[in-house]
T-cell receptor
Framework: QKEVEQDPGPLSVPEGAIVSLNCTYS??????FMWYRQYSRKGPELLMY????GNKEDGRFTAQVDKSSKYISLFIRDSQPSDSATYLC?????????????FGQGTTLQVKP | ETGVTQSPTHLIKTRGQQVTLRCSSQ?????VSWYQQALGQGPQFIFQ???????GRGNFPPRFSGLQFPNYSSELNVNALELDDSALYLC????????????FGEGSRLTVL
């Protein structure tokens, strides 16, 4: 079993839809939770970063962490064609002196005009 | 501000050969991490370098090795290439070794025939 599970999709939605992306994980030591966006032929870029449980909002993006269920989500409101990309969840332990990130497989999102 | 740059962008090698991939970190960043991203998968942590020392290693064999130079640029070396080494190799720099905000380059795509 992988430490982080993410449905690879693809997920296709019409422009303006609300998108929900999710990851589950098995390691309760994870304390830092991130969402990275990766456009085709590019490196990932950080979208959202959350420490421990709770919600965080940034413009059209909302990240949620439920540590009791070991479940994290990313919501995209008013989705745009420019949001078409692969979305990677990533997690990190709370202890230690290394920034090793554990990534999910990534979900491919297509927003159709 | 110059971002993370990687070279070469694409290369083709045959099984058993050796390869060196290079990375220039973002200005002001003293930590470099390397990730391997197979097609359709999320990035997997290879190792991290902090102030020229290896600072954490993932589940990769010793034929994967690295260096970090005084200017914080880095190299990834892979010996005795295998077909399964075909992947996108991503370099990421960060302000600190425990930072969750990684700045990725566009990657070096390695094909092993």
């Amino acid at each position: 079993q992988k430490e982080v599970e993410q449905d690879p999709g693809p997920l296709s939605v019409p422009e303006g839809a609300i998108v929900s992306l999710n990851c589950t994980y098995s390691n309760s030591a994870f304390q830092y939770f991130m969402w990275y966006r990766q456009y085709s032929r590019k490196g990932p870029e950080l979208l959202m970063y959350t420490y421990s449980s709770g919600n965080k909002e940034d413009g059209r993006f909302t990240a949620q962490v439920d540590k009791s269920s070991k479940y994290i989500s990313l919501f995209i409101r008013d989705s745009q064609p420019s949001d078409s990309a692969t979305y990677l969840c990533a997690m990190r332990h709370g202890s230690g002196n290394t920034g090793k990130l554990i990534f999910g497989q990534g979900t491919t999102l297509q927003v159709k005009p | 501000e110059t971002g993370v740059t990687q070279s070469p962008t694409h290369l083709i090698k045959t099984r058993g050969q050796q390869v060196t991939l290079r990375c220039s970190s973002q200005s002001g960043h003293n930590t470099v991490s390397w990730y391997q991203q197979a097609l359709g998968q999320g990035p997997q942590f290879i190792f991290q370098y902090y102030r020229e020392e290896e600072n954490g290693r993932g589940n990769f064999p010793p034929r994967f090795s690295g260096l970090q130079f005084p200017n914080y640029s880095s190299e990834l070396n892979v010996n005795a290439l295998e077909l399964d080494d075909s992947a996108l190799y991503l370099c990421a720099s960060s302000l600190a070794r425990t930072s969750s905000e990684l700045f990725f380059g566009e990657g070096s795509r390695l094909t092993v025939l």
